[in-house]
């Protein structure tokens, strides 16, 4: 497969640090085009063996919110994607068949691999800079081949391939095994190499005249010059055109580097970097290369300057005329080879390019994808508008629940509620299918197995991540009057309980198929927590104190709520809710107060949320979660010394 387009602004910093020497004048070359066999002039084969095999397990959480950072992207077609995400020194090798609906995680590579190319659904590789990595069952895992030096690979076929390899082409025939130099030419230093189709190839590189270009038309055996230098009588006018656009007082040589995509066997598209000017151009032909058109270009200034209006990196080619240009903030879009730009909507970043587009592929004129730090977007109208596919994320939240190894489910505000699951923690979200009522709350018995609770209506039990859903309905009795529910909590698929504005508490143990009375409590409603079907706490009140700080009355019991104990009583700030981990540890939020408790609600401790309106809070081994009024969730991992923002 024919690999995807590469931010032409990774080179930047290359560029920035090549050395700058003297300006020097080259004379047009008047020597003929040659032809180069490649099994005559290289006969040497280097012998790869496959190091050591790595199955991709899910990655474990990571320690920072920007830990995961889309690297490359590779479609197979407009429904079959993949894509890297580096997670530290290790990708996750991610997947989606239905166009970025929905992305899954196929395995993981134990590298921060910046290059992809699947040739099939199955058969994939992955390139690190270091070591060069093979799949063969779609990246569940995956094969570390003893290659270096390599660069810019590309495969047009699940066995056959190019690459760069110190400033030569290479090739191979194994699924990368082995590799053997097909193309290597006097004074020449190949850069980047284009694959049309199996047997149809263009590999780019520079000269001390300027950029050189090259064709095979038998699949890598034989190969002829049709480009040698900025002066070949091929591009020489469309050079001069360049020089009239920019007006550069220093005419640049552009030999220092030149990166080549071809569209079909004659279309095609040259860019030409010039290190000691920091100038670009970029050249288009419709004819193999036998002449060339002037596109747009920088000269005398730092890579991604918007030089007389030219100076914008060269994103992504598709057939003919159809291009992709970027700035800092915006995608320009030609239909006309970049005769006229249409400008796209303001994309998602505020940084330089070579920072926020790691990577663009397009399929068609109209589907395209890039990727960098922000995430996976996709376009579906050629560009013009980007809609973000990976990692999706909610912006607001009413409740949550986790469980310790940081699976969690995230229920918003909307109506009809969305149900948002995460793997790590919180730091990515994706949204479950399927839509629901109004969602009071959500609760986790472990990973994928939980319920979401509706007060006015069915609640949602499932055991398989929401794959399948079971409907627990609720009594018509529970729906108005004084037994309106008012609370309602599942401890597992069996055990349940339920509050009522007129204080009543009501219990389950068939899954809500049939609720039993335990208590009839203040006249008022109230708030209770189990932990397990026995052990239990309830909030009831008020019980005295002045109308702006009620007296609650905290109460225990070991017996599923037949007897209830005091413990002490909490001063009602604002809003109160009662939340307990374990039989020992809970937390209350009571108004902008959060406090905590170590030993059963005997004694309590106020937690610094200066400025934050807590709502709801939860807590999973050492990470505490707390909604926010602002339909935020913060975490903790140090008992609340310490708070970060997961949500928006």
Not at 67 to 89: H, K, N, Y
Not at 472 to 491: D, E, H, I, R, W
């Amino acid at each position: 497969m024919k690999k995807a387009g590469i931010a032409i602004g990774l080179l930047g910093v290359a560029l920035l640090l090549s050395a700058c020497g003297a300006k020097t004048t080259i004379s047009k070359p008047s020597r003929a085009k040659t032809t180069i066999n490649a099994s005559a002039a290289f006969s040497s084969t280097k012998a790869i063996q496959p190091r050591t095999t790595i199955q991709g397990p899910v990655i474990s959480s990571p320690t920072s919110a920007s830990a995961e950072l889309p690297d490359a992207i590779d479609p197979l077609s407009s429904q079959r994607v993949f894509a890297l995400a580096e997670t530290g020194m290790v990708s996750r090798v991610l997947e989606t068949t239905n166009g970025g609906q929905s992305w899954s995680i196929r395995g993981t590579i134990p590298s921060a691999s910046a290059l992809l190319d699947f040739a099939t659904p199955t058969v994939g590789y992955a390139w690190d800079g270091t070591s060069l990595w093979s799949t063969t069952n779609g990246g569940q895992h995956w094969t570390a081949l003893n290659a270096s030096g390599l660069e810019d690979l590309a495969f047009s076929s699940a066995s056959t391939g190019m690459a760069i390899e110190n400033g030569t082409v290479v090739q191979t025939h194994d699924q990368g095994h082995q590799w053997s130099v097909v193309l290597k030419a006097a004074n020449t230093k190949f850069d980047d190499v284009s694959l049309v189709n199996g047997q149809v190839a263009y590999a780019s590189g520079v000269t001390p005249q300027g950029p050189a270009l090259y064709r095979t038309t038998d699949a890598g055996q034989n190969w002829t010059e049709i480009l040698s230098g900025i002066h070949d009588n091929t591009i020489a006018q469309a050079y001069q055109s360049y020089l009239t656009a920019l007006k550069t007082p220093a005419p640049p040589s552009f030999n220092t580097g030149a990166n080549v995509t071809f569209t079909s066997v004659n279309d095609g598209w040259l860019v030409a970097f010039d290190g000691s000017q920091l100038s670009t151009a970029v050249f288009h032909t419709t004819n193999g290369g036998a002449s060339w058109s002037y596109g747009w270009g920088n000269g005398g200034c730092a890579m991604g300057c918007n030089a007389a209006g030219m100076g914008l990196y060269p994103a992504a080619f598709v057939g003919r005329n159809t291009v992709w240009r970027y700035d800092q903030q915006h995608f320009d879009v030609s239909t006309n080879g970049g005769s006229t730009w249409t400008k796209s909507a303001t994309l998602p970043i505020n940084v330089g390019a070579n920072e926020a587009i790691r990577q663009t592929a397009f399929v068609s004129s109209q589907i395209g994808w890039w990727v960098g730090p922000a995430g996976i977007y996709a376009t579906q109208d050629g560009g013009i508008h980007w809609t973000r596919q990976w990692p999706m994320e909610p912006q607001r939240a009413l409740s949550v629940a986790f469980t310790k190894d940081g699976y969690g489910w995230l229920v918003s505000p909307d109506s009809p509620s969305k149900l948002w699951i995460t793997t790590n923690g919180g730091w990515n979200w994706h949204q479950a299918p399927g839509s629901f009522g109004t969602i009071s709350g959500v609760e986790l018995w472990g990973p994928g197995r939980g319920v979401l609770v509706e007060l006015q209506g069915p609640s949602w039990m499932t055991s398989d991540g929401g794959a399948t859903w079971t409907q627990v309905p609720l009594p018509k009795k529970f729906m108005s009057g004084t037994t309106q529910a008012y609370n309602l909590q599942y401890l597992n698929p069996e055990d349940g309980h339920l509050t009522t504005v007129g204080g009543q508490l009501w219990a389950t143990h068939d899954g809500g198929g049939q609720w039993t009375m335990i208590k009839q409590g203040p006249s008022g409603p109230f708030f209770v927590d189990f932990v397990t079907p026995e052990i239990g706490w309830s909030l009831e009140g008020p019980v005295s104190g002045p109308k702006t700080q009620w007296q609650l009355r905290l109460t225990e019991t070991q017996d599923g709520g037949k007897t209830w104990h005091p413990v002490g009583t909490v001063t009602q700030h604002g809003e109160t809710t009662i939340s307990f981990v374990t039989a020992h540890a809970g937390w209350i939020i009571d108004g902008n107060r959060l406090l905590h408790t170590t030993d059963g609600g005997r004694h309590w401790a106020a937690v610094n949320m200066a400025g934050v309106n807590p709502m709801a809070v939860t807590q999973t081994g050492q990470a505490v979660y707390v909604t926010t009024g602002n339909e935020g969730v913060l975490k903790s991992i140090d008992g609340g010394n310490h708070w970060i923002t997961i949500v928006p």
